[in-house]
Antibody
Framework: QLQLQESGPGLVKPSETLSLSCTVF??????????WGWIRQPPGKALEWIGS???????YYNPSLKSGVTISVDTSKNQFSLKMTSVTAADTAIYYC????????????????WGQGILVTVSS | QSALTQPASVSGSPGQSITISCTGT?????????VSWYQHHPGKAPKLMIY???KRPSGVSNRISGSKSGNTASLTISGLQAEDEADYYC???????????FGGGTKLTVL
């Protein structure tokens, strides 16, 4: 059974960089038919897709988010990471990592496994 | 404001059926058959219940079904059970501009 686990600091100061990692257990991050993504949920608000990465390093980001978002992959550690620079209180949210299975161009794509989420609070 | 619109709450008695709607636009739900639904108990990992509009992953009860008409997708749970009480979210592919959009979530209460 595939499992994903988020890790990182739960408190970040405004204007600093938010850094989170997601470790994949029970499967390889180098699977050719999967992307790996970050999704967040601010308190009382909807889920919001942040971006995704393929094991090759190709990335896709939500254009509605401000610049400063970087998602990267480390296949040697079976991990992928999220960095968001210059955070504000509006970036306070539960951050989830998830596996996106399949290719839309091939007729099927969806997030199938998620982590439990990690609450990140932006506050001084 | 959520990209996809869901009712904030629905409720039903054990044994009854309920349907949760998810309304988008012709740029997402209406244009792609890549709608998925997730069951979420707070503090736990969201669980995939339906993908590609109407497909059920292995292990998901056949009481769960999904459909789509135009810009609106729907999740139906029949034979409600207490264990179905949770938050439910829809998600749709939105093309190469926005990629993925989610609904605001619906809280299902089993009376």
């Amino acid at each position: 059974q595939l499992q994903l686990q988020e890790s990182g600091p739960g408190l970040v100061k405004p204007s600093e960089t938010l850094s989170l990692s997601c470790t994949v257990f029970g499967g390889s991050i180098s699977s050719s038919d999967c992307h790996w993504g970050w999704i967040r949920q601010p308190p009382g608000k909807a889920l919001e897709w942040i971006g995704s990465v393929y094991y090759s390093g190709s990335t896709y980001y939500n254009p509605s988010l401000k610049s400063g978002v970087t998602i990267s992959v480390d296949t040697s550690k079976n991990q992928f990471s999220l960095k968001m620079t210059s955070v504000t209180a509006a970036d306070t949210a539960i951050y989830y990592c998830a596996r996106r299975k399949g290719f839309c161009s091939a007729g099927s794509c969806h997030f199938d496994y998620w982590g439990q989420g990690i609450l990140v609070t932006v506050s001084s | 404001q959520s990209a996809l619109t869901q009712p904030a709450s629905v409720s039903g008695s054990p044994g009854q059926s309920i349907t949760i709607s998810c309304t988008g636009t012709s740029s997402d739900v209406g244009n792609y058959n890549f709608v998925s639904w997730y069951q979420h108990h707070p503090g736990k990992a969201p669980k995939l219940m339906i993908y590609d509009v109407s497909k059920r992953p292995s292990g998901v009860s056949n009481r769960i079904s999904g459909s789509k008409s135009g810009n609106t997708a729907s999740l139906t749970i029949s034979g409600l059970q207490a264990e179905d009480e949770a938050d439910y979210y829809c998600c749709s592919h939105a093309g190469n501009s926005l990629f993925w959009v989610f609904g605001g979530g619906t809280k299902l209460t089993v009376l």
